[in-house]
């Protein structure tokens, strides 16, 4: 390790999940620490951008979970703020959260990190890419926070469609999709939402689901469908589908009445969708449901129940693959269409001096829990709070007994259910003495008044 008392420590990524991590390093003394970026501003895929090959937020995006589990335990969202805020609401929320807990000074945007290779020493060494060319840098550690939606998956279907296609990531307004036939392939979030913000202004609209998907309302009985959630803990476990899945039947009805396919997996085991306004459109007519895609051929698609339509636009909303393309692949040694081999879903069972944050997908929101892992991260390197010597085994154990019977797919390898994996976390970090009124303690007394949502700018009131 380098010669002084402070570890240099590299973060790659400025994200939500980096600078939580960046605020954890630096409230226990760790300030050697560089967090870099290659986009122009902090905030990850919450910044809106039309520059091509930037996955981001498209036009319209809001958050799916409410305001109150979405924020960070320490630095609550401003009074101001709808339940689900905009992504120019949520852009400015990381702003002032990295002004509050000033962590600018410690970030490095308009930063590529093209390479990381661990030396004989155990050190990392960085090759970048930046605004004054190619330099490189050498760290004690390395968080990577560089999230799980980077490279796009498009599947392969026999034929060619000769119209346009383009990935969800590609996607940014729906305004030029005006007088089109457009098809949407997906049944998740993203594509949920791009269906319907496309059918305000296409001619056709249609999405295609390869299969039944459990879609949630955002609000049920007055409150968050997350809320409710977080009710939901209080019953047995053994009672939480049965009881899940007759709320969902009688808050939805059933499938077919919207011309949806029934899912043939219990509530918690897929990933569910939370989308009111898809519901609605499938409703009125105005997005037209399709099973899965069968072949293509021109400007036709053939679905699997043998109906056949002509399109102008596909937009695959199919999910993103889990690429690490700047670490050797000796280091990313698993499957990545299957659960990673990582204790608390962040540390290598080989690598001490390398953390993952942000590697999962809860039934909720990941901030919260990346927060935790920032600090389990923060707490090791400063020396408070011993690596687990038995880490393969409790890795083992983690892969063998998921939070539920997630489905085996690639987009359940990462998946956790939110409140036991919040458990678990809080669980490690007991082991060093901290305590909820230690993740609180940060809070400012008056978040509401730090900053106001104004005209779609953040302004800060005068001193």
């Known amino acids: 390790?380098?010669?002084?008392?402070?570890?240099?420590?590299?973060?790659?990524?400025?994200?939500?999940?980096?600078?939580?991590?960046?605020?954890?390093?630096?409230?226990?003394?760790?300030?050697?620490?560089t967090c870099y970026d290659e986009?122009?501003?902090?905030?990850?895929?919450?910044v809106f951008s039309e520059r091509p090959g930037r996955t981001s937020v498209h036009e319209t995006t809001h958050i799916i979970s409410s305001k109150a589990l979405s924020a960070f335990e320490d630095f609550p969202m401003s009074a101001d703020y709808p339940e689900f805020p905009?992504?120019?609401?949520?852009?400015?929320?990381?702003?002032?959260?990295?002004?509050?807990?000033?962590?600018?000074?410690?970030?490095?945007?308009?930063?590529?990190?093209?390479?990381?290779?661990?030396?004989?020493?155990?050190?990392?060494?960085?090759q970048l890419a930046g605004c004054e060319g190619r330099s490189e840098a050498q760290f004690d550690y390395l968080i990577v926070c560089s999230g799980h939606h980077r490279e796009s998956e498009i599947p392969a279907y026999p034929g060619h469609f000769s119209g346009e296609s383009l990935h969800s990531a590609d996607f940014k307004r729906a305004a030029r999709f005006g007088g089109k036939r457009v098809l949407v392939v997906g049944g998740g979030n993203s594509a949920c939402d791009i269906a319907v913000d496309v059918a305000r202004v296409a001619a056709h609209t249609c999405i295609s689901m390869r299969r039944g998907y459990h879609i949630v309302p955002k609000i049920v009985f007055g409150r968050p469908v997350d809320s409710q959630y977080l009710t939901a803990q209080r019953i047995p476990r053994w009672l939480q589908q049965p009881v899940l899945n007759a709320l969902l039947r009688l808050v939805v009805g059933r499938w077919k009445r919207y011309g949806l396919q029934t899912p043939t997996s219990r509530p918690l085991e897929t990933h569910p969708t939370l989308n009111s306004s898809?519901?609605?459109?499938?409703?009125?007519?105005?997005?037209?449901?399709r099973v899965g895609i069968e072949r293509?051929?021109?400007?036709?698609?053939?679905?699997?129940?043998?109906?056949v339509e002509s399109f102008d636009t596909i937009i695959w909303a199919t999910g993103f693959k889990i690429t690490y393309?700047?670490?050797?692949?000796?280091?990313?040694?698993?499957?990545?269409?299957?659960?990673?081999?990582?204790?608390?879903?962040?540390?290598h069972r080989r690598i001490a001096n390398l953390y993952f944050i942000g590697l999962f997908q809860p039934i909720g929101c990941i901030w919260r829990l990346a927060d935790y892992q920032g600090r389990i991260a923060a707490l090791q390197i400063a020396g408070r709070?011993?690596?687990?010597?038995?880490?393969?085994?409790?890795?083992?154990?983690?892969?063998?007994?998921?939070?539920?019977n997630f489905d085996v797919t690639a987009r359940h390898a990462v998946e956790v259910d939110y409140h036991r994996f919040r458990k678990e976390l809080l669980d490690e970090l007991s082991r060093a003495g901290v305590t909820m009124d230690d993740i609180w303690s940060a809070a400012p007394q008056r978040v509401a008044t730090l900053a106001t949502f104004s005209k779609g700018e953040m302004t800060r009131p005068a001193a």
């Open 1 to 33: 390790m380098s010669m002084g008392s402070q570890p240099r420590i590299c973060i790659i990524g400025a994200g939500p999940c980096g600078l939580t991590a960046l605020k954890n390093l630096l409230a226990y003394g760790l300030d050697n620490v």
């Open 39 to 46: 986009s122009d501003a902090i905030g990850g895929n919450w």
């Open 86 to 126: 905009s992504h120019r609401q949520m852009r400015a929320y990381f702003d002032s959260y990295a002004d509050y807990f000033k962590l600018t000074t410690n970030i490095q945007l308009r930063t590529r990190v093209e390479q990381a290779k661990q030396e004989d020493d155990g050190r990392w060494s960085l």
């Open 278 to 289: 898809i519901l609605d459109a499938l409703s009125h007519g105005t997005v037209l449901p």
């Open 296 to 307: 293509l051929d021109g400007n036709a698609v053939r679905f699997r129940d043998g109906t």
């Open 325 to 347: 393309p700047f670490l050797d692949p000796s280091v990313v040694d698993w499957d990545t269409s299957r659960s990673a081999p990582l204790y608390c879903k962040m540390m």
């Open 385 to 404: 709070l011993d690596r687990p010597a038995d880490i393969a085994k409790r890795i083992e154990r983690e892969m063998r007994v998921p939070h539920w």
